[in-house]
């Protein structure tokens, strides 16, 4: 009769601990680092009213190698983003160039790290919810929040932690079916979730690699001149046959779109200062950004495959004459014009 009893208490301990929130992160962590597998999954940011919604079809290999391709929305199909040896790369439909992202995605298994060791020192509280069913597996939910204690004077500095991050976690593999992630009060919120999955697929490296005439750049950012963004850009960067005296470039900004980049061309100049925006073959949305107050001088015109913009706060003549050293059309200067 003892021995039953001990048996029942041993069971009911193992039991118990296994539903500790820190032992389903731990098991997270590890199917994010270890499991191959391919899916389908959805993708929701959602601030305020508005909701953008992307589909993915995806590849990994743990925590080492990862692709993905964008089925919707229909201006992104066909986009392929590779993970491999710590970076990520973005190669768009038929295209011959790849680019570089600047910036990770939250990568989950990372997250779970720091999820992990911020709920052992006191700072995210994790809390179990109602189990779930998903894809037909029972998932425990494991809510985090972010409690936010006052650091010690001789405290070192915290990693960074959303708001808030919801888990449904397979209790088959650990995996984490479906996440929903709040940065910050008030701020967008993502939420993934997988829609099919497969796991231990016969995976080809190949899946992981880009074809061998593809040219990788960067994706973006800031450079001083424009021999150094030209580089990061896919397209000849035009620069204007005329300039006010004492004007000099300031910086380059290479700007990502979804139409395809962006390239920024900062000047100062006597007397003010003007920007000149230039894409190739299509002209983005918002092209040349949002208007500043005091309404400055801005024309936008389009030059064989280039499309162009100029904003600033020089005489209007001069922002005529240098814009039309690269193709704008003459302005009819007769009155009230």
Same mark, same amino acid.
């Given at each position: ?15 118990? =601990?296994?539903?500790?929130? !820190? ?18 999954? /959805? ?10 919604? !992307? ?46 992202? *600047? ?26 919810? *109602? ?33 808030? /991050?919801?888990?449904? !976690? ?10 929903? /992630? ?13 829609? #099919?999955?497969?796991? #231990? ?13 593809? /040219?990788?750049? *960067? ?17 000849? !960067? ?34 003010? #200062? ?20 005091? #309404?400055?001088? =801005? ?39």
């Amino acid at each position: 009769m003892r021995a039953v009893l001990l048996l029942s208490a041993l069971v009911w301990t193992v039991g118990w =601990a296994q539903e500790r929130p !820190i032992h389903w992160l731990q098991r997270a962590q590890q199917a994010e680092e270890t499991l191959a597998m391919t899916g389908v999954r /959805v993708v929701e940011i959602t601030a305020g009213r508005t909701v953008q919604r !992307i589909e993915e079809r995806f590849w990994r290999q743990g925590a080492r190698a990862e692709r993905i391709e964008v089925l919707a929305p229909a201006e992104r199909r066909g986009e392929v983003l590779l993970y491999q040896g710590g970076r990520w790369l973005v190669m768009r439909p038929n295209a011959k160039e790849a680019f570089e992202m *600047p910036r990770m995605p939250i990568q989950g298994a990372m997250l779970l790290k720091t999820a992990k060791e911020l709920v052992q020192s006191g700072v995210v509280l994790a809390e179990m919810q *109602p189990e779930a069913t998903l894809l037909g597996r029972s998932c425990v939910v494991v809510r985090l929040t972010l409690v936010r204690p006052p650091l010690m004077r001789d405290e070192p500095p915290r990693p960074p932690f959303p708001a808030s /991050v919801t888990l449904w !976690i397979d209790r088959e593999t650990g995996f984490a079916l479906k996440r929903e /992630v709040a940065l910050r009060e008030g701020a967008p919120v993502m939420r993934m979730e997988l829609r #099919r999955m497969e796991l #231990r697929p016969r995976l080809s490296p190949e899946l992981f690699t880009l074809p061998p005439d593809v /040219v990788v750049r *960067p994706l973006g950012g800031m450079y001083e001149t424009v021999e150094e963004a030209q580089r990061a850009v896919g397209f000849p !960067i035009r620069t204007p046959g005329y300039l006010p005296a004492g004007a000099s470039l300031e910086r380059v900004i290479v700007q990502p779109r979804p139409q395809g980049q962006v390239v920024v061309l900062h000047y100062r100049a006597t007397g003010g #200062r003007f920007s000149l925006f230039q894409a190739h073959k299509s002209r983005p949305d918002e092209f040349g950004g949002k208007r500043r107050r005091g #309404r400055p001088h =801005a024309q936008f015109w389009q030059s064989g495959d280039y499309w162009f913009g100029i904003v600033g706060n020089l005489p209007k003549a001069e922002m005529e004459r240098i814009a039309q050293s690269l193709g704008a059309p003459a302005k009819d200067a007769s009155p009230g014009r």
